[in-house]
């Protein structure tokens, strides 16, 4: 049982930097028009849709996160396209707007929804909390 708690662990945290490492060499030219987002990356309304059906969202829920989603893409997309910044910078804001949309939507969510938000981003690697795991975890330790 803990062979396999690591492996998921190990593999969750490949994907994740991964996932990272693309998102961050994308740059505005790898930002389609038209609302589509580039490789491994959903638009507002998909992410909402994503995550309805994982944490059984109210209508009332949906109303409040898809402004949040969409904010968090058009900063997203500001901050690509800014030539002015390193790569670390853009690395660092990147992080910044995560945690603070992931902040956002976890504030209307229940406790129960939280908890299930948390593992979700955890697998994920979204929101900046990469080396975090989910609260009451240790990350496993190499063997």
Same mark, same amino acid.
């Given at each position: 049982?803990?062979?396999?708690?690591?492996?998921?662990?190990?593999? /969750?945290?490949?994907?994740?930097?991964a996932g990272?490492?693309?998102?961050?060499?994308? *740059?505005?030219?790898?930002?389609?028009? *038209?609302?589509?987002?580039?490789? *491994?990356?959903?638009?507002?309304?998909?992410?909402?849709?994503?995550?309805?059906?994982?944490?059984?969202?109210?209508?009332?829920?949906? &109303?409040?996160?898809?402004?949040?989603? &969409?904010? &968090?893409?058009?900063?997203?997309?500001?901050? #690509?396209?800014?030539?002015?910044? /390193?790569?670390e910078d853009?690395?660092?804001?990147?992080?910044?707007? #995560?945690?603070?949309?992931?902040?956002?939507?976890?504030?209307?969510?229940? /406790?129960?929804?939280?908890?299930?938000?948390?593992?979700?981003?955890?697998?994920? *690697?979204?929101?900046?909390?990469?080396?975090?795991?989910?609260?009451?975890?240790?990350?496993?330790q190499s063997?």
């Amino acid at each position: 049982m803990m062979k396999v708690l690591i492996l998921l662990t190990t593999l /969750s945290m490949v994907l994740a930097v991964a996932g990272v490492s693309a998102w961050a060499q994308m *740059g505005p030219e790898g930002s389609p028009a *038209g609302g589509q987002m580039g490789h *491994g990356q959903m638009s507002p309304d998909q992410r909402l849709q994503m995550l309805t059906k994982q944490l059984n969202l109210t209508s009332d829920q949906q &109303e409040k996160i898809k402004p949040i989603l &969409e904010n &968090e893409s058009q900063q997203m997309q500001t901050l #690509r396209q800014d030539s002015s910044l /390193s790569r670390e910078d853009r690395m660092s804001k990147m992080q910044q707007i #995560r945690q603070s949309t992931h902040a956002q939507i976890r504030s209307n969510l229940t /406790s129960d929804q939280q908890q299930k938000f948390d593992e979700m981003m955890s697998h994920m *690697g979204h929101g900046g909390m990469h080396g975090a795991p989910p609260s009451g975890q240790n990350p496993p330790q190499s063997q």
